[in-house]
């Protein structure tokens, strides 16, 4: 059993969350982490089920620092420091804005929400102004995105003031992170959050199945029509992966969203995370890494959507280079560590009934080296105007014509993109496409330094001592969270008594009727008539 170092680095005791040096190693075609901590001893956890895939992802790591603001000094204790502090290199690209804790489920894997017990979350219309006031003095890039989450953030009577103030602050985009229960039965609140300025439903979805989806299986065909009613055409299926409860479905989940592809825009798988403790035996039983959902969708789809249709997220740098240098301004720039995430993009052929990924006929690592060329044409002094002009023409030469969909003008698009560089731009390619992504999130056990110091989400906090941290470090260390609740929270006679109506925790509990569901029509047409795209 022959084991290599591919690198050094540091990460944190599952035990005491103490600081401990780490080790990246390549051991029997998969990559593992190693560390040893001085009082509760060694410690080793997969970090990627694929070597191969480790080191293609790798190639398109970036060494770009695309963050120069920093709130907080590090004294090198990280990730004690956050945050964001000067050994920070990814700006904020999705900022996390916990509206309240209190959730109308319990799921055992969730990231946060209240017990009984706890102290209620809940900041102020105040306090989210300030918190959307300190991220955007964020530079050389001032922050665009914001994402609404919780527990659920519908448990909130002022969640559409929330969405107002965001857009009037100059957000672009707002997504609101829920599991549509309470967007299932309420069609005006559906409208509402569209007329207010929700651009998209991060919608909690772990399966196709009762088995697998238990928590809202029974709202979403609602959901869903409530959302084409309302015309609010851009949600995102959020699945959490664990393996042997729902890994099975991952093909599923996606067939679901092509035959919607109507108003749902992407797929973003989660590998579940162990936030709380965990046994080795559970976490070798439950644990998915990247490699490993991406080779479940290649066997689960027939090898319609493979292993070779991923990249990483800081696979598409050049593009951002490319809008920075031509525009004068820097732009969004996905300068995330490559381990994070993995993503592709697929279209559907009508007229073939067929699913078409887009490194099927386009060139995507050729386009980005040409593009790279260019960008450095700009950099030492080449006309802008005339080095567009250049790749205005060429970008046919990477898409092949006859592999394409046949109702699709790929290079209009791409050309709207680069040339207006604009949210506009940008959406037609995603109404005309379902983006298939996953993004791992760190826990105790496999928590390498390295990545969350390129961590792009990120929360927002009241506290001045760490008023934005990153996503990882947040959930990583507990107690730091739980010092979020206990200075800002409220306990529940306090909470009571700004809201009389609230009865507790039992009220939030969300009670359904399931054989009324099942039996209704929306019900029986949402999970009957789905084709399968990947016979």
């Not at 956890?45 to 480790?54: A, F, S």
């Not at 950099?379 to 014509?401: E, H």
């Not at 050309?415 to 940008?426: E, G, M």
């Amino acid at each position: 059993m022959k084991k290599k170092v591919i690198k050094e680095t540091k990460s944190l005791c599952p035990i005491c969350l103490k600081q401990v040096k780490a080790k990246i190693i390549e051991k029997n075609g998969k990559i593992w982490l190693e560390k040893e901590c001085k009082k509760h001893g060694k410690f080793e956890e997969i970090y990627y089920e694929d070597t191969k895939m480790y080191y293609k992802f790798r190639k398109f790591a970036t060494r770009d620092r695309s963050i120069k603001t920093a709130f907080v000094k590090s004294k090198g204790n990280c990730p004690y420091d956050c945050g964001l502090c000067n050994q920070h290199k990814s700006f904020t690209a999705l900022a996390n804005i916990v509206v309240t804790n209190r959730c109308d489920l319990r799921c055992f894997y969730c990231f946060y929400y209240a017990r009984e017990g706890k102290k209620i979350y809940e900041p102020s219309l105040e306090q989210i102004r300030e918190m959307l006031l300190t991220l955007k003095k964020e530079r050389p890039i001032e922050p665009t995105a914001v994402q609404l989450t919780g527990g659920e953030p519908l448990l909130r009577e002022d969640i559409l003031d929330i969405i107002k103030l965001c857009k009037e602050m100059g957000f672009q985009h707002v997504q609101l992170n829920t599991n549509g229960i309470r967007l299932a039965f309420n069609k005006n609140l559906v409208r509402k959050i569209k007329e207010y300025g929700c651009n998209t439903l991060y919608l909690s979805f772990d399966g196709v199945s009762k088995e697998t989806n238990p928590k809202n299986h029974w709202e979403v065909p609602f959901l869903l029509k409530n959302c084409r009613e309302a015309g609010l055409k851009s949600i995102v299926l959020v699945p959490t992966l664990i393996r042997g409860m729902n890994s099975q479905e991952i093909g599923e989940i996606i067939n679901f969203a092509l035959n919607n592809l109507d108003v749902v825009r992407g797929v973003n798988f989660q590998p579940i995370s162990f936030v709380g403790r965990a046994s080795k035996r559970e976490r070798e039983r439950q644990r998915i890494t990247i490699p490993g959902a991406i080779e479940e969708i290649e066997r689960q789809t027939n090898g319609a959507i493979g292993k070779e249709d991923f990249y990483p997220v800081p696979f598409v740098t050049p593009l951002s280079d490319f809008a920075s240098l031509l525009s004068g301004k820097e732009k969004y720039k996905f300068t995330t560590h490559f381990a994070c995430g993995a993503a592709t993009y697929v279209f559907l052929d009508r007229k073939r009934g067929k699913v078409i990924p887009i490194t099927r006929f386009v060139d995507v690592e050729g386009l980005m080296e040409y593009i790279k060329e260019k960008n450095a044409e700009m950099k030492k002094g080449k006309s802008k105007r005339l080095t567009a002009l250049k790749v205005l023409l060429n970008i046919n030469k990477f898409i092949d014509k006859e592999k394409k969909p046949k109702d699709l003008n790929l290079s209009a698009i791409f050309k709207s993109i680069l040339i207006k560089r604009n949210y506009k731009a940008l959406s037609k390619f995603h109404y005309q496409s379902l983006f298939i992504g996953m993004m791992h999130f760190m826990d105790a056990y496999n928590y390498d330094i390295e990545r969350v110091q390129r961590c792009c989400i990120h929360y927002l906090t009241p506290s001045p001592k760490a008023p934005i941290v990153p996503f990882c470090s947040f959930n990583c260390l507990t107690f730091k969270k739980e010092k979020i609740e206990d200075e800002y929270g409220l306990t529940e006679e306090e909470y009571k008594k700004l809201h009389p109506k609230w009865k507790g925790f039992d009220q939030d509990v969300y009670k359904r009727d399931v054989k009324k569901l099942e039996r209704s029509r929306i019900y029986r047409e949402c999970y009957g008539k789905l084709k399968n795209f990947f016979e």
